[in-house]
């Protein structure tokens, strides 16, 4: 049962299902009844109600007029737009938090890429190859570090979207058992390097290839699931 005041039990009961759409655990395309939701999560029809609608003016939830709410269903063409965006808009935020980053946002980023390296060796060492709540937050963490001193809130708003929409798909990329190695640690160590450094043009083609990356295992991710998935006779 969640607790606390009105708002911050709004917001708290809007992570809960955030977090459960972009891990998977409540499946694209599947329908959100409120009555199971609320023995889910041990909310009221009306707070439910508010938190699915304040997803759905982010994406991650469909709303059908008199029907209810769905989770947003995932495609390889909406990857595919939100890789392009991304690409887009978050470079721009980074060369733009590069260029005005203090001592504070280096000390900030640095202790955010130190959680996120704690928690994949940990990964490591488990022998796990999903990705666990500690270091989905880690990882969110850090990326939101190295854009930390971007001025612009409507830029940040964007990426942030963008940012959940995607991580929808990267759950995919992890969970589905590809061959292709990847080192991450590197990858993030590599941009941290250059962000530090104050190095905006490196920097910015390290994060297109760390984010193209993602989007390609997504990719392959869904094409093996739709192979495999059986046809109708």
């Given at each position: 049962?969640?607790?606390?005041?009105?708002?911050?039990?709004?917001?708290?009961?809007?992570?809960?299902?955030?977090?459960?759409?972009?891990?998977?655990?409540?499946?694209?395309?599947?329908?959100?009844?409120?009555?199971?939701?609320?023995?889910?999560?041990?909310?009221?029809?009306?707070?439910?109600?508010?938190?699915?609608?304040?997803?759905?003016?982010?994406?991650?939830?469909?709303?059908?007029?008199?029907?209810?709410?769905?989770?947003?269903?995932?495609?390889?063409?909406?990857?595919?737009?939100?890789?392009?965006?991304?690409?887009?808009?978050?470079?721009?935020?980074?060369?733009?938090?590069?260029?005005?980053?203090?001592?504070?946002?280096?000390?900030?980023?640095?202790?955010?890429?130190?959680?996120?390296?704690?928690?994949?060796?940990?990964?490591?060492?488990?022998?796990?190859?999903?990705?666990?709540?500690?270091?989905?937050?880690?990882?969110?963490?850090?990326?939101?570090?190295?854009?930390?001193?971007?001025?612009?809130?409507?830029?940040?708003?964007?990426?942030?979207?963008?940012?959940?929409?995607?991580?929808?798909?990267?759950h995919l990329s992890m969970h589905s058992g590809?061959?292709a190695r990847r080192d991450i640690a590197a990858?993030?160590?590599?941009?941290?390097?250059?962000?530090?450094?104050?190095?905006?043009?490196?920097?910015?083609?390290?994060?297109?290839?760390?984010?193209?990356?993602?989007?390609?295992?997504?990719?392959?991710?869904?094409?093996?699931?739709?192979?495999?998935?059986?046809?109708?006779?």
């Amino acid at each position: 049962m969640l607790k606390g005041g009105a708002k911050t039990f709004a917001s708290a009961l809007v992570e809960l299902i955030r977090r459960d759409i972009i891990a998977g655990s409540l499946p694209p395309g599947s329908r959100l009844p409120i009555k199971a939701l609320s023995e889910r999560y041990g909310a009221g029809p009306i707070p439910l109600r508010e938190a699915l609608a304040r997803l759905s003016a982010v994406g991650l939830v469909t709303a059908r007029e008199q029907r209810g709410f769905w989770v947003a269903q995932t495609s390889p063409e909406e990857l595919e737009s939100i890789l392009a965006l991304r690409l887009n808009l978050e470079v721009i935020a980074l060369k733009e938090s590069i260029a005005n980053g203090t001592y504070e946002w280096e000390a900030q980023l640095l202790a955010a890429h130190h959680r996120l390296a704690h928690h994949t060796a940990r990964k490591a060492d488990e022998g796990s190859t999903g990705i666990g709540e500690e270091w989905d937050k880690a990882h969110k963490a850090y990326h939101l570090a190295l854009l930390a001193g971007c001025k612009s809130r409507w830029l940040m708003q964007f990426v942030n979207t963008l940012s959940d929409q995607m991580n929808r798909y990267r759950h995919l990329s992890m969970h589905s058992g590809d061959p292709a190695r990847r080192d991450i640690a590197a990858e993030h160590k590599a941009l941290l390097e250059a962000a530090l450094a104050r190095d905006a043009g490196r920097a910015a083609a390290l994060l297109e290839e760390h984010l193209t990356r993602t989007a390609t295992l997504a990719l392959r991710a869904m094409a093996r699931m739709e192979a495999q998935a059986p046809t109708a006779e």
